[in-house]
């Protein structure tokens, strides 16, 4: 029973309300009759038997009340919030994209209305996938774990500040250094050799297998600082000479053009995400509002920007649930279409956006076998998302169609097909270098990412490692490093691409996933052998392409470099199987061969008005000759996979709830069934 009483001073007799309410009156004639239409009468004569000033004064204070009630609740904790968010989030999908249904739901969480948060995100957020709900499910690797908000957002906030000290430190720096100059540019000599200084120290934990039980979170630690500023340094160039083109040219201070979108932004959107480039990302998202437009008559190769663009935009729409990304991601998947109209359903190498028509190249009707198979994570996720089952049928129909070829050597695959006839082409040249690389990545990844199910595509990789042991694996004079040479009409050449050292990596993430542990045992054998690609080189930077001794000759190193060969593009392969082959091993001894590739990327081709370029020479360290070229894919890939390298926090793009794409891109594992 509830008896209250509200007294205000006042003018005489109007003056004093006395209000009371409880179940005494409701009690009429009758006796006690609690029904709600006798109330709602009850209510009203009262109500209507009170002057104006007293109804004014009660309901002058209700709004009181309702006000003082917003606020508290708007003052809540962070418990209080994510309680109330938690329902909200399930429902937030569909929400965003009116029709949108999932085909599949992902591991992660339904990315937030991009709307809402956009513009009213914490600092450095993004550093993160948004936050996973409290329930588990699906089998435990595969587990989501509950969220430590409160404290990692305390260690974003403190790396922000150090990054902060690193730039100014950074600044005094470089005008004390002296600098060299070689054939147009100028190279800081000794850049970075030593760790920039900052108070964050690197975490204590020694593995990051030990590091998936630990419960604070894991600060960023001076490489990865590092690898901000390196990050930031590139985007200085690219922002200051290029901004909205495809590719800087630091020495030239200008700009390349490839497609005409924008390639090395929208490839280094989740990148900065990943290193909390708050500012930095919030610029290049009002430049894909504003300025990324599709409907350009502009042939695009359907690899390279299913990869770079679709890719890009579709993880950066999962990391920072802004529909925007979405909407682009469909929009270029949409235009990307027309490729898939030919005879055989292999696609076309190329697309006009614009028009709507595609085409092979010039002189030819093949595409390349690692263009046509390593589009897959990219149009299946964005089936899933949008719930349009074309973009999958058409590549999936590629990896049915490619699953059935004859030509194959051992489940090794040879690099063109026809558009025609749907068949091999140029038979009996195996390589898991350039043009068929990222086949054998894809089918591994495209496995995992569809919740391990997808027999063929397992079936195709493991006959494929298998082939990969029986005709392409040697040994190396006189440190005997293996290698993966290429097979030319049954004969075995000792060349092996810098590509290729995807493959450490790939088969490490196999192993995780519960493939054969022989795989592991290949995947450590091999990342070392990338690893001396660059530490036997003058420069400590791999070439491009290497040939391996295979007989002792006095005087003569495992390495071979063609005068043709010895360029470096800033590729990623081996930084991103060295990112692997911690997470899974815990081995600090990756991320020490990381930092030394890093800071060899800081002495010889960083260029110090910003960005990062190419080199010709990395045999000649007092002039490795700059080409004036950033490649998208180091902002993309190389540096991404640098700074994940050099971190101990597993839950920093999970690999278990994430795969990348063969260009860094994380996309989701859909769940299990
Ligand atoms: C990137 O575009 C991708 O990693 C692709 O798979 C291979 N080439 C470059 C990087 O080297």
Not at 351 to 358: F, I, M, S, Y
């Amino acid at each position: 029973m509830y008896s209250g009483t509200v007294a205000v001073a006042g003018p005489p007799l109007r003056d004093f309300i006395s209000v009371t309410v409880g179940p005494e009156e409701a009690v009429g004639v009758g006796g006690y009759n609690n029904s709600k239409a006798w109330r709602r009468r009850s209510c009203w004569r009262k109500w209507k038997q009170l002057s104006r000033l007293q109804r004014s004064v009660i309901l002058f204070l209700f709004a009181f009340l309702a006000v003082c009630g917003v606020i508290s609740y708007t003052s809540m904790g962070e418990a209080w919030k994510s309680i109330t968010n938690k329902s909200s989030d399930d429902q937030r999908t569909e929400q965003e994209i009116p029709g949108l249904k999932l085909a599949n739901p992902a591991v992660l969480p339904a990315p937030q209305k991009a709307d809402a948060i956009h513009g009213d995100y914490p600092e450095l957020s993004r550093q993160k996938p948004p936050k996973p709900p409290h329930v588990r499910r699906g089998p435990s690797n595969l587990q989501i774990k509950a969220p430590r908000r409160d404290t990692r957002l305390k260690t974003r906030h403190d790396t922000m500040r150090a990054v902060e000290e690193l730039v100014e430190a950074d600044k005094v720096e470089k005008t004390e250094k002296s600098i060299i100059s070689w054939r147009g540019a100028v190279i800081e000599p000794d850049q970075s050799t030593e760790p920039p200084s900052s108070k964050i120290m690197e975490p204590e934990k020694p593995s990051s297998v030990e590091a998936e039980d630990q419960k604070e979170p894991v600060p960023i630690n001076e490489r990865q600082l590092a690898v901000i500023e390196a990050f930031r340094h590139a985007w200085k160039g690219y922002k200051d000479f290029a901004w909205g083109h495809d590719e800087l040219k630091p020495l030239s201070k200008s700009y390349s053009e490839w497609f005409g979108l924008g390639l090395t932004l929208i490839d280094a959107l989740d990148t900065m995400w990943i290193l909390g480039l708050k500012d930095e990302f919030e610029e290049a998202r009002k430049w894909v509002a504003t300025d990324l437009v599709f409907d350009k008559n502009v042939d695009v190769n359907l690899f390279e920007s299913t990869i770079r663009i679709l890719g890009g935009l579709l993880s950066t729409y999962h990391l920072s649930g802004d529909s925007l990304f979405l909407e682009k991601a469909k929009d270029i998947g949409n235009r990307l279409m027309p490729a898939f109209k030919t005879p055989s359903k292999i696609p076309y190498s190329d697309v006009n956006l614009g028009r709507g028509t595609a085409h092979p190249p010039r002189w030819t009707s093949d595409s390349t076998v690692a263009e046509v198979t390593s589009i897959q994570l990219e149009f299946r996720e964005l089936s899933r998302l949008t719930g349009d089952e074309k973009f999958q049928k058409a590549v999936d129909e590629v990896m049915k169609h490619v699953h059935t070829l004859s030509g194959k050597n051992d489940g090794l695959v040879p690099m063109f097909i026809n558009t025609n006839s749907g068949q091999f082409t140029h038979l009996g040249v195996y390589t898991l270098g350039a043009r068929a690389d990222s086949y054998y990545e894809y089918l591994l990844k495209q496995w995992i990412q569809g919740g391990k199910k997808e027999n063929e595509l397992l079936e195709d990789y493991m006959r494929a490692i298998e082939g990969v042991k029986k005709h392409l694996l040697q040994r190396s004079e006189p440190k005997k490093l293996t290698f993966v040479g290429e097979l030319t009409h049954g004969h075995f050449s000792a060349k092996m691409d810098h590509l290729v050292c995807f493959l450490p990596g790939t088969l490490a993430l196999g192993a995780h996933n519960g493939l054969a542990a022989d795989h592991m045992k290949l995947a450590e054998t091999l990342i070392e052998t990338c690893y001396q690609m660059y530490a036997q080189v003058e420069t400590g930077l791999s070439p491009e392409i290497v040939h391996f001794n295979l007989h002792a000759q006095k005087g003569h190193k495992d390495v071979e470099i063609k005068p043709a060969d010895r360029h470096n593009l800033l590729r990623p392969e081996t930084v991103e199987s060295l990112f692997y082959m911690y997470r899974f091993t815990g081995d600090k001894k990756y991320q020490d061969w990381g930092w030394e590739i890093l800071q060899n990327f800081n002495r010889y081709t960083r260029v110090p008005t910003g960005g990062y370029t190419s080199i010709n020479n990395v045999q000649n360290p007092s002039n490795p000759e700059p080409r004036d070229k950033m490649e998208s894919f180091f902002l993309g890939e190389t540096l991404k996979y640098m700074f994940l390298l050099f971190s101990d926090d597993i839950d920093l793009i999970n690999v278990d709830k994430y795969v990348f794409n063969t260009e860094a891109h994380p996309l989701p594992i859909w769940v299990p069934a």
